[in-house]
């Protein structure tokens, strides 16, 4: 009796420890298709609010200090990036209009990019160097940058 007890007692902890690495297994996989859906939202999200000049949504999805391209000071936090909000989103390129067609690029599970042409030659998309940048955070996607890709 007592041998049948044991088998019994390491059968239930060899189930257990199998279902738990199919939850770990399961709990790694799915995030990062999670994401790509994810991604879609917050784009949707961020680009109407571009579109809209609704400077307090940008920010609110804005990870700060938000890097700039080479030689520009970063911005460090919503304060400035309202004043600044001109430079980033109709500087070297015009989002509003870019966003309005504008593909999300995936560059990594954790990273997409969105190229937008110079403001001058708006329908160039074969050179769109101006790259905005969006990270997955801790607390979801943020636009954590912009970018020239040409300096």
Not at 42 to 60: C, H, L, R, Y
Not at 87 to 114: L, M, V, W
């Amino acid at each position: 009796m007592r041998t049948s007890n044991s088998n019994s007692f390491v059968l239930i902890r060899t189930v257990r420890a199998q279902l738990w690495l199919a939850g770990v297994w399961i709990l790694l996989s799915f995030p990062n298709a999670f994401a790509e859906s994810e991604f879609s939202t917050f784009w949707q999200k961020f680009k109407s609010a571009v579109i809209a000049g609704d400077k307090a949504a940008v920010a609110e999805i804005t990870k700060f200090p938000l890097s700039m391209p080479y030689g520009i000071k970063a911005v460090k936090n919503k304060e400035v990036f309202s004043r600044r909000y001109d430079e980033i989103f109709k500087g070297e390129a015009n989002a509003g209009q870019c966003f309005k067609s504008a593909k999300p690029h995936k560059e990594t599970d954790r990273e997409y990019g969105i190229y937008c042409p110079f403001k001058d030659t708006p329908n160039d998309w074969e050179s769109a160097p101006i790259r905005f940048i969006f990270e997955l955070t801790k607390s979801g996607w943020k636009f954590t940058g912009l970018d020239n890709v040409n300096e």
